[in-house]
Structures are given as structure tokens and as C-alpha cells.
């Protein structure tokens, strides 16, 4: 891509002495000059998108690791036929209040006002709700629209925010697959707080990059393939 941009550039200041060289004529040359500069303009779209393009698909990625992380030490952890349930149950108590420790640092550290919004969201979920869009994410913060927006710029537009709100509910989706696969689509979406099984798929495909159903798929495979292991 920014070779051919670069060999467009190049033609785009070599044609009009080029133009002149061949003799033509002022309109023409002016026809093959601006041609040329819609090329680059192309270019240039096409090279931003691809940034923006990878950037989600990085988000993505980030979001579907954090979740496999948490959900292979959690299986782990049960599959340990080693630990008896009290010490299980130790263990997880451990991992709590490691978690704990890191919230209380956070707090120490002032976060940021986007910080405190994911937090709160995630732990009181009124993304449930499918009424629950920009305007009832600001009252929710305590906050008028003008602060929310300077607080956190990227959501002053409303259809942005309901994508961020889409995404907790897919996030949240994903964890209650994880401990029980059998819900169904509608069951899912309804319990997430979306309006029809349509925007819940779309917006998990928007959030992991894959349908529910290859999802559930590759969980599959990945507690095959633990089974198998454990039972060797």
C-alpha cells in the first residue's frame, strides 16, 4: 500500500511536465492531473481504513484473550483432581482477594473517570436492560451530557456509545457461556439486555470477531481437548 502510494505520488509531480512534454493540450493534461490526485485520495481512504480495521480487529483479539485466560485458569482449577473442594474453594478465595488487591490500587491511583464507568458497568450490569442507551448511561454516571462528553470524548456521539454498550453486553454473554452452554440465542440476548437475537449476534461478531455459535464451537474443542489430556 505505501509503495503505490508513494509511485502515485511520483506520477502525480512528474505529470504535468510529462503532460507539456507530449504536447497535450491544457484540458487534457488537466483531465490526467486530476485524475491522479483521485487515485491518491483513494490511497489515502483506503490506508486509514486499514488502520482502523486493525485496530479493531486488535481490540478484538485482546477482549477474546482475556476472556480464554480466565476461563482456562477457572478449568484448570476444577480439573485439578489433585485439590479437594475445600481447597478449591482456598484457592479461589486467593484469586478474589488478589483481585481485590488490584481494585484497591486502582482506587489508590485515582483512575480515570472511563475506568470507573467500566468498573461500575461491570459490576452492576444495567446494560441489562434494554432501554438502557447513552442518555440513561449518563444519569447512571451522575453526570450531565456536556461533562459525560468531555469526560470521555469518544462517546459524545450516541451510536457510538450504544457499540460501547453492545459490547458489555456480549462480554457478559460470553461469561454466562462459560458456565452454561446450553442457553439458547434468544435466552442469551434476552438475559443481556437486547432487543432481538439479531443485534445479539451482531454485536458479539462485532465484539470477538466470531458468531456465538463458532464460539461455542471452539470451547468445545478446547474442553476435548483438556478431557483428553486429563485422561491420559
Given amino acids: 500500500m505505501r509503495k503505490n502510494f508513494i509511485s502515485t505520488a511520483s506520477l502525480l509531480l512528474l505529470a504535468t511536465p510529462y503532460c507539456y512534454a507530449q504536447g497535450y493540450t491544457l484540458a487534457k493534461a488537466n483531465v490526467i492531473i486530476v485524475i491522479l490526485i483521485f487515485i491518491v485520495a483513494v490511497l489515502i481512504i483506503l490506508g486509514g481504513y486499514s488502520l482502523y480495521y486493525n485496530r479493531i480487529i486488535s481490540r478484538r483479539n485482546e477482549q477474546m484473550q482475556r476472556i480464554l485466560t480466565v476461563l482456562n485458569e477457572y478449568r484448570d482449577l476444577l480439573g485439578n483432581s489433585e485439590l479437594s473442594l475445600d481447597q478449591q474453594e482456598e484457592v479461589l478465595q486467593q484469586k478474589l482477594q488478589a483481585s481485590k488487591k488490584v481494585k484497591a490500587v486502582l482506587k489508590d491511583d485515582k483512575p480515570s473517570f472511563s475506568v470507573k464507568m467500566d468498573a461500575r458497568l461491570n459490576k452492576e450490569r ?46 457478559y454473554a460470553a461469561k454466562l457461556l462459560m458456565d452454561r452452554s446450553d442457553y439458547t440465542s434468544d435466552e442469551l440476548a434476552l438475559k443481556c439486555g437486547f432487543r432481538s437475537t439479531d443485534d445479539y449476534n451482531h454485536a458479539f461478531k462485532f465484539a470477538f470477531g466470531i458468531t456465538p455459535a463458532d464460539y461455542l464451537a471452539s470451547m468445545s474443542r478446547m474442553f476435548k481437548k483438556k478431557e483428553h489430556r486429563v485422561a491420559s
Fill in 126 to 171: 444495567p446494560f441489562t436492560d434494554p432501554d438502557f442507551d447513552h442518555d440513561a448511561l449518563v444519569r447512571f454516571m451522575g453526570v450531565d451530557n456536556a461533562t459525560f462528553c468531555t469526560l470521555v470524548p469518544r462517546y459524545q456521539e450516541p451510536a457510538r456509545t450504544l457499540d460501547y454498550i453492545n459490547s458489555l453486553r456480549a462480554e
